[in-house]
């Protein structure tokens, strides 16, 4: 495996290899040995999996906040998705800053998100499905949320954003006075 750091701090693209024959395909999803500096004292403690079917659509932008605050390792397993970290951690010199990573399942790029970033992602392919591992458990009174088209974030979806959940819809836009998160 092969960590590339992104210019998001703490936020990485985790390159691996897939072997190829007349059977098929094989590629290591996760290794402890191989991410022990990646991953320090956490372990994975939860694994989900979600599929959008229709290209567009936006899932996200995601977080918990402290004490419950996860680090998420998201891999593409089927089509093609548009993956986006945005930094919120207060004092961070990303502090609003956002980054985009194509992950589909023939490069086998993971996007690594630390704590205290938000996650969120546009399918631009049909039935594009993603397996999410995360160091913390899913707290539904720590979760927030930022709205896609928030402008102070200004991120650049590469198609045109449809199918957003009610939930994500909802989400406050980010307050001027917004000092990020204390992790």
């Known amino acids: 495996m092969n960590v590339i ?36 004292s956490r372990q994975i403690v939860q694994i989900n999996h979600s599929r959008t079917t229709r290209a567009g659509a936006v899932r996200g932008m995601h977080f918990q906040r402290p004490p419950y605050a996860e680090m ?8 093609r998705v548009w993956d986006v970290v945005v930094d919120l951690r207060a004092g961070s010199a990303t502090f609003l800053k956002w ?28 039935d594009s499905e993603l397996i999410y591992l995360h ?19 200004a991120i650049r979806w590469p198609l045109e954003p449809i199918e957003l959940s009610s939930r994500d819809r909802s989400h406050p836009l980010l307050p001027d006075d917004f000092a990020g998160i204390q992790v």
């Open 72 to 79: 998420k390792l998201v891999r593409c397993i089927r089509g």
């Open 135 to 153: 160091t913390a458990f899913y707290t539904p009174l720590a979760e927030g949320g930022l709205r896609h088209d928030d402008p102070t974030l």
């Open 99 to 126: 980054h985009a990573q194509e992950l589909d399942m023939e490069s086998a790029r993971m996007l690594v998100i630390p704590e205290g970033c938000a996650h969120g992602f546009q399918a631009l392919e049909p």
């Open 5 to 40: 750091p992104t210019p998001i701090a703490g936020a990485f693209v985790v390159e691996t290899r897939t072997h190829a024959d007349s059977r098929g395909a094989f590629t290591r999803v996760y290794c402890a040995q191989s991410l022990a500096e990646l991953m320090g």
